[in-house]
């Protein structure tokens, strides 16, 4: 195929449904792929008159970045279009490599750059969609990864956008070589210690010598895998329409789906509540022994970042639980909030609430305590003292929350359990409420 601006503007038109953008935005690295879809682009300003910004990200991981910068800025120049560039640190002992933190951080800067209209647009083309296809087999992924790279996404306040997936290398470099353009090669592309870069320089190649299209081949798997993989999420939006929200998973319909809709329906709350997706042997392990467990027990199954926790008829889909801090040592009093640590959130009193804490005991300050065992209350508008442990039970509070409600006591004498009782004892007519945010 030749690639060409027209065919360019063809696809945004695609891609945006012909509204466009307010801004067109360019992740340009300096490459040959980025060189050639900035250029491209700024050749169709007349059809499509809306503002081009190229946006440089520089990483700070090559001792030439400074010249790479210094290119990039004078080929913006050259074409007439807005240019800005970005320092970002990489974490080099990151997990997941060098290479992961750097696109990491890269996106987490693009997501602050873009503004509600924008497109920003990145030049990843069909090579690089059978690249991922490949590096997610190696990985196990399921249809969700065999889709590869998504033409389309939403991103920040903007959009992402790849309108070149189904361009081939080959055409992006006569592109480059017919209007005569400079670009960067960037050394540590040929370096074959990176999975990416082995495929583009060992594996990819030998491919190609017995299957000359096995690049396009391969994006034609990851458009059907992609058309499964949506296919599956509108499944699963119908079974979660049916057993609550993300967050809170009715069990009685749950259990009536199949184990592998079960899978389904809990890989995409998990997806829906913004939490990292769950290992495959976690979901295994949350329909064998988390779902069919008895009715008294309080399964968990956990991967970093999130767990799974049943309470009575749900399953709950929830971020990891920070160990129990420290009990503050100081004190709440009405000016001041109270930060009670990582994931526990603030206590603050508010004034003028009818049955709230006496305000002579508010002002005296209220100590922070959590759940020793053996705690009593009687409640405002209660007629009798009762063990803690009876009125959590009998509210409903799950289980993993009751440690961590903070306790208020003036002395030895329990005021008020978080925002959900006050003593009655301690009760005025025009006091102290909790409030118990984030």
């Given at each position: 195929m030749t690639f060409n601006p027209e065919f360019l503007l063809e696809r945004l038109t695609e891609l945006t449904a012909g509204e466009g953008a307010s801004r067109w935005l360019?992740?340009?690295?300096?490459?040959?792929?980025?060189?050639?879809?900035?250029?491209?682009?700024?050749?169709?300003?007349?059809?499509?008159?809306?503002?081009?910004?190229?946006?440089?990200?520089?990483?700070?991981?090559?001792?030439?970045?400074?010249?790479?910068?210094?290119?990039?800025?004078?080929?913006?120049?050259?074409?007439?279009?807005?240019?800005?560039?970005?320092?970002?640190?990489?974490?080099?002992d990151s997990p997941g490599g060098p290479e992961a933190a750097a696109r990491q951080a890269r996106y987490a800067l693009l997501r602050t750059l873009v503004r509600d209209g924008?497109?920003?647009?990145?030049?990843?083309?069909?090579?690089?969609?059978?690249?991922?296809?490949?590096?997610?087999?190696?990985?196990?992924?399921?249809?969700?990864?065999?889709?590869?790279?998504?033409?389309?996404?939403?991103?920040?306040?903007?959009?992402?956008?790849?309108p070149l997936l189904d361009v081939p290398a080959e055409a992006i470099r006569d592109y480059a070589k017919r209007h005569e353009l400079a670009w960067i090669e960037d050394p540590s592309n040929a370096?074959?210690?990176?999975?990416?870069?082995?495929?583009?320089?060992?594996?990819?190649?030998r491919l190609a010598s017995r299957w000359p299209a096995v690049s396009a081949r391969l994006k034609q798997s990851a458009d059907l895998a992609s058309e499964a993989s949506t296919l599956l999420r509108d499944l699963a939006d119908i079974d979660l329409a049916a057993s609550g929200s993300p967050e809170r998973l009715d069990l009685e319909v749950l259990g009536a789906l199949s184990p592998q809709r079960q899978r389904n329906l809990l890989r995409r709350a998990?997806?829906?509540?913004?939490?990292?997706?769950?290992?495959?042997t976690r979901l295994y392990q949350a329909v064998h022994e988390l779902i069919p467990a008895r009715e008294d027990a309080q399964p968990r199954v956990a991967w970093p970042g999130a767990e799974l926790r049943r309470y009575r008829n749900h399953?709950?889909?929830?971020?990891?639980?920070?160990?129990?801090?420290?009990?503050?040592?100081?004190?709440?009093?009405p000016e001041a909030s109270l930060d009670l640590g990582p994931g526990m959130g603030q206590l603050a009193l508010k004034p003028d609430v009818d049955g709230g804490i006496n305000p002579e005991l508010a002002s005296a300050g209220l100590r922070v305590r959590y759940r020793h065992g053996g705690e009593e209350i009687?409640?405002?508008?209660?007629?009798?003292?009762?063990?803690?442990?009876?009125?959590?039970?009998?509210?409903?509070?799950?289980?993993?929350?009751?440690?961590?409600?903070?306790?208020?006591?003036?002395?030895?004498?329990l005021v008020a359990v978080a925002d959900l009782w006050i003593a009655g004892e301690c009760s005025h007519r025009a006091g102290y409420g909790v409030c118990w945010r984030k």
């Amino acid at each position: 195929m030749t690639f060409n601006p027209e065919f360019l503007l063809e696809r945004l038109t695609e891609l945006t449904a012909g509204e466009g953008a307010s801004r067109w935005l360019v992740a340009f690295s300096g490459g040959i792929d980025s060189t050639v879809l900035l250029h491209a682009l700024s050749c169709m300003r007349e059809p499509h008159p809306a503002e081009i910004m190229a946006i440089h990200v520089d990483h700070g991981l090559h001792p030439d970045s400074p010249n790479w910068e210094n290119h990039c800025r004078q080929f913006a120049e050259k074409l007439n279009v807005a240019y800005i560039s970005e320092r970002v640190n990489v974490d080099d002992d990151s997990p997941g490599g060098p290479e992961a933190a750097a696109r990491q951080a890269r996106y987490a800067l693009l997501r602050t750059l873009v503004r509600d209209g924008d497109c920003l647009l990145s030049a990843h083309h069909e090579e690089d969609q059978a690249e991922t296809l490949l590096l997610n087999l190696m990985r196990g992924s399921g249809l969700a990864g065999l889709a590869g790279i998504g033409a389309a996404r939403s991103f920040g306040e903007g959009r992402l956008l790849r309108p070149l997936l189904d361009v081939p290398a080959e055409a992006i470099r006569d592109y480059a070589k017919r209007h005569e353009l400079a670009w960067i090669e960037d050394p540590s592309n040929a370096d074959t210690r990176f999975d990416r870069n082995f495929l583009r320089q060992e594996i990819l190649p030998r491919l190609a010598s017995r299957w000359p299209a096995v690049s396009a081949r391969l994006k034609q798997s990851a458009d059907l895998a992609s058309e499964a993989s949506t296919l599956l999420r509108d499944l699963a939006d119908i079974d979660l329409a049916a057993s609550g929200s993300p967050e809170r998973l009715d069990l009685e319909v749950l259990g009536a789906l199949s184990p592998q809709r079960q899978r389904n329906l809990l890989r995409r709350a998990i997806s829906l509540c913004g939490l990292p997706p769950a290992p495959a042997t976690r979901l295994y392990q949350a329909v064998h022994e988390l779902i069919p467990a008895r009715e008294d027990a309080q399964p968990r199954v956990a991967w970093p970042g999130a767990e799974l926790r049943r309470y009575r008829n749900h399953v709950y889909i929830m971020p990891a639980i920070p160990d129990l801090p420290d009990e503050p040592a100081q004190t709440l009093r009405p000016e001041a909030s109270l930060d009670l640590g990582p994931g526990m959130g603030q206590l603050a009193l508010k004034p003028d609430v009818d049955g709230g804490i006496n305000p002579e005991l508010a002002s005296a300050g209220l100590r922070v305590r959590y759940r020793h065992g053996g705690e009593e209350i009687r409640p405002a508008g209660h007629d009798c003292t009762r063990k803690l442990k009876k009125l959590l039970q009998q509210e409903g509070i799950v289980p993993w929350m009751r440690s961590r409600l903070p306790l208020l006591y003036s002395g030895e004498n329990l005021v008020a359990v978080a925002d959900l009782w006050i003593a009655g004892e301690c009760s005025h007519r025009a006091g102290y409420g909790v409030c118990w945010r984030k």
